[in-house]
Nanobody, 126 residues
Framework: QVQLVESGGGLVQAGDSLRVSCAAS????????MGWFRQAPGKEREFVAG????????VYADSVKGRFTISRDNSKNTVYLQMNSLKPEDTAVYHC???????????????????WGQGTQVTVSS
């Protein structure tokens, strides 16, 4: 059973930057596409960004395109989400997730992912 542990969340002001990380336990991290999702209070969880197993392909939600960057370091079993120009509406719990199956494409639907971290809180004040 893989374990995903997020870190790096916190309280920042609008316009600031923050990087959150997700460390994965277990082998074959580089076989799996990874995603970041977020859930704001009273809202459903939504896709933020995804990165293919190779790292060569990325997909972003329209709401974060141009401000957020997803990356991965397969030597460290870690995926990152660099968040710039943060807005109050980015406030949420951010979860990383591992895609079902190996060597798969990026999907935006959460049921395509079957391993989840506990999340890290990101709060952006205005």
């Amino acid at each position: 059973q893989v374990q995903l542990v997020e870190s790096g969340g916190g309280l920042v002001q609008a316009g600031d930057s923050l990087r959150v990380s997700c460390a994965a336990s277990g082998p074959m991290f580089n076989f799996y596409t990874m995603g970041w999702f977020r859930q704001a209070p009273g809202k459903e969880r939504e896709f933020v960004a995804g990165i293919s197993w190779s790292g060569r392909t990325t997909v972003y939600a329209d709401s974060v395109k141009g401000r957020f960057t997803i990356s991965r370091d397969n030597s460290k079993n870690t995926v990152y989400l660099q968040m710039n120009s943060l807005k109050p509406e980015d406030t949420a719990v951010y979860h990383c997730a591992r895609r079902r199956g190996t060597y798969t494409n990026i999907e935006v639907m959460e049921d395509a992912y079957n391993q989840w971290g506990q999340g890290t809180q990101v709060t952006v004040s205005s």
